[in-house]
């Protein structure tokens, strides 16, 4: 699969050492090495304008399932990438790193929506 949702997953996978690739449901995913919730592009080909929905399995469990908004979970993901690897840091490094791992985002993203549009939908 391609697409805006796909982009996103891959992006979260790369952000080690709290992800890693997973192919599962044959498709390339993100598996969260904290808690085991597997992060799955939705095919979005359907739809007039991708808007990189993302499928999440909580802890690996297909019974407890959510489609969230990808560019709000990749960058919670940054967020936290970027605090790990800061650990003992100026907060100045760990600012860089993170607008480091922002600008990547948001060149997938093509640009990230305003946080407060994202939960209103």
Do not use: N, R
């Given at each position: 699969m391609t697409g805006l949702s796909q982009r996103i997953v891959d992006y979260v996978a790369?952000?080690?050492?709290?992800?890693?690739?997973?192919?599962?449901?044959?498709?390339?995913?993100?598996?969260?090495?904290?808690?085991?919730?597997?992060?799955?592009?939705?095919?979005?080909?359907?739809?007039?304008?991708?808007e990189g929905w993302v499928t999440v399995l909580w802890q690996g469990d297909a019974h407890r399932r959510s489609e969230l908004p990808g560019p709000l979970l990749a960058y919670q993901a940054a967020l936290r990438c970027a605090q790990l690897h800061g650990i003992g840091k100026p907060p100045w490094?760990?600012?860089?790193?993170?607008?480091i791992l922002l600008a990547r985002l948001r060149a997938i993203c093509g640009g990230l929506p305003s946080f407060e549009a994202i939960l209103r939908t």
């Open positions: 790369e952000l080690t050492p709290l992800f890693t690739f997973q192919f599962a449901d044959g498709h390339d995913c993100a598996l969260s090495l904290t808690d085991g919730s597997l992060y799955m592009p939705v095919d979005e080909s359907g739809h007039e304008k991708e490094e760990v600012s860089a790193h993170l607008e």
